[in-house]
């Protein structure tokens, strides 16, 4: 039931891309993305529900493809203050609980 | 405003004794969830209320793991006769309802330590 993350860790340069997906074998309802930097609490992104709203951050972007149950979070012209642990935790239908992924830590160097 | 408030933040005991974490939500939340993270991995759910009620305490990891939520504001985590491996950092959060896509807010967490 666990959603499934990759990469498990990125390391990029000050100013690259990178994606991040998350996928589930169970139908899901809504996507939630959440970074965690050391010693501090998950900070929320942003939420993909199905039907295809979103609600979160102007700078940040993601997918929800519903078919295949699957999330992407894209991160553009990347900045220092993105490092941390990228978590995605999926809603299943009807759940309104979330299941947390592995994570996926992101290192900027400048 | 206030986000979400945990005490005490640093937790120590020894084997066998019981502990008590305690959550305050941020005001007009209606949900709040407990989670139980080891380090490096994502939040594992334990247990959530929507106000006073109880709706899923699935995640709680066996019996001596107990909560509640008795006037739908603050929460208390309890854990009876602890032992070595309840050792970890337990979050709560909280959000406006449950499920439909509210976003959940986090708290600083109780890092647990039993020696």
């Known amino acids: 039931q666990q959603p499934v993350q990759s990469p498990q860790a990125v390391i990029l340069r000050e100013g690259e891309d990178a994606v991040i997906n998350c996928s589930s074998s169970?139908?899901?309802?809504?996507v939630h993305w959440y970074r965690q930097k050391h010693g501090e609490a998950p900070v929320f992104l942003m939420i993909?529900?199905?039907?295809?709203e979103q609600k979160g951050h102007e700078k940040i972007s993601a997918s929800f493809n519903e078919k295949k149950q699957q999330s992407s979070l894209y991160l553009t012209a990347s900045q220092l203050s993105y490092s941390g642990t990228y978590f995605c935790?999926?809603?299943?239908?009807?759940?309104?609980?979330?299941?947390f992924g592995q994570g996926t830590r992101l290192t900027i160097n400048p | 405003g206030a986000g979400v408030s945990q005490s005490p933040r640093y937790k120590v005991t020894k084997r066998g004794q019981d502990v008590a974490l305690r959550c305050d939500p941020i005001?007009?939340?209606?949900?709040l969830y407990w989670y139980r993270q080891a380090l490096g991995q994502g939040p594992e759910f334990l247990t959530y209320?929507?106000?006073?009620?109880?709706?899923?305490k699935s995640g709680l990891p066996n019996d001596r793991f107990s909560a509640e939520r008795p006037e739908g504001s603050i929460s208390t985590l309890t854990i009876q006769r602890t032992e070595q491996r309840d050792s970890a950092m337990y979050r709560c959060?909280?959000?406006?309802?449950?499920?439909?896509?509210?976003?959940?807010?986090f708290g600083p967490g109780t890092r647990l330590t039993v020696t």
């Open positions: 935790g999926t809603e299943l239908q009807g759940a309104q609980k979330l299941v």
């Open positions: 209320f929507n106000y006073e009620a109880q709706q899923d």
């Open positions: 169970k139908a899901l309802y809504s």
């Open positions: 959060a909280s959000s406006l309802g449950a499920g439909k896509g509210y976003e959940q807010y």
């Open positions: 993909l529900l199905k039907g295809g």
């Open positions: 005001s007009g939340h209606v949900s």
